[in-house]
DNA sequence: GGTTTTTTGAACTCACCGTGAATTTTTTAA
DNA sequence: TTAAAAAATTCACGGTGAGTTCAAAAAACC
């Protein structure tokens, strides 16, 4: 998932965004002005940026010219002011899009999810794990066992996925409740329980890659 | 190096995308109305066109279908409208791309990168897609079931074309709604329901090709 | 104005999910 | 070694929600 840097002087602002990208599963950062967009993205770990124009210290268009000296993260710019000029001016500078305020939370999640992509559209590598006997296609959402396709549930796939994505990795329960199912989920704990169950007799003979760990969690061995 | 004739009624958008053609080495000549570009496209001598939609005098689809009487150099529209109407007619009428306003400069340089190298492939070229049983023909939109044309709404054409061009990926509903409705879609979510629905309907045999994937999307199996 | 196409809302169905209870396995303590 | 406790597995059942379908309204097109 995407993790957004949300920069605006307004508190309100960032509290409105940073819910939004919370609800669609983005994680989140924020700065109060350009100085501290810049510091963050250069030291931290974001996949795009929204940007409003006008803050203290150093302005949106500033901040995003220095952005670029150094990175091609994609950006998008939030303006009070609708006129053309920040618009051009905008993407000018190398905003990859432009979003007028007062705006729709929602629009503007349209918005990310489509400049993200438009920027993943160039790596559209399929990601495929095969170890001979297992085979999880993730873009093409297909499991195999032994070359013959097996059916998953939703769950089923998420949990599946989740896990040979860390393969290796011993996940507690807490830790797989929290990814697959949503950190809002305060569910059984036969829940999970249940899922290991049904995802190992799916799998069949590959039942054995998911070892238990008793008294923390499970693991896949692939 | 490539000509491009740009044309717009706004001062700003035509300095903005000379300046950008300057920067990527192409000459450009500007036009601010539809008459006006007719005339030039028929006295000088350019290789690509950009043209915003709305303009005074002529607009941009009324160009478009005077120039495509003597001339069928690549033509890429500029819309301010979201609306799919506009890129469908676009289309219809022998535009070779579609960009919608906001756009950045640097989509609109890589889509003249793109339809130019497009332009100079081979045109007889066609894309086509086919398997024996189904043969979808993206130029001549196209669609034969078993040899026999049948017949599609726009919208199942757009929803079929880009099944097809992601055959083998699995698609999420949002995916689909954000690409082929466009990001500023806030319909029904029954909408994509339907509309796979009678998709899958005039298909006929070949429906299977679509697969349900209960809680993600969709994915075409071809 | 009539026709086609798209969108919407509502009814319906069924697969799936989460839960509690029973059972088995493993660990700990006596 | 055995008994008790803890953790994991398994099972079966009821509610729910995602997808399908239909019909009718709304919009776009001629």
Known sequence: ???????????????????????????YGVAGDGLEAIEKVRNEDYDIVCMD??????DGFSAVREIRKFSNIPI???????????KIHGFEIGADDYIGKPFSPKELMLRI???MSRANMQKSVSEVFDNGRLRVDFTARIVSVGGNAVDLSPKEYELLFFMVKNRGIALSREKLL???????FYGDD?????????????LGDCAEYIVTLRGMGYRFDG
Chains 1, 2 share one sequence.
């Open 1 to 27: 998932m995407y993790k957004v840097l949300i920069v605006d002087d307004e508190q309100g602002i960032r509290d409105l965004v940073s819910k939004y990208c919370s609800l669609e599963g983005y994680t």
């Open 178 to 184: 929290n990814e697959v199912w949503g950190y809002d």
């Open 190 to 202: 036969r829940t999970l329980d249940t899922h290991i169950k049904l995802l190992r007799k799916s």
């Open 53 to 58: 124009v006008m803050m203290p210290e150093l």
């Open 76 to 86: 998008i710019m939030l303006s009070a002011r609708t006129e053309t000029y920040d």
């Open 113 to 115: 999810n489509a400049v």
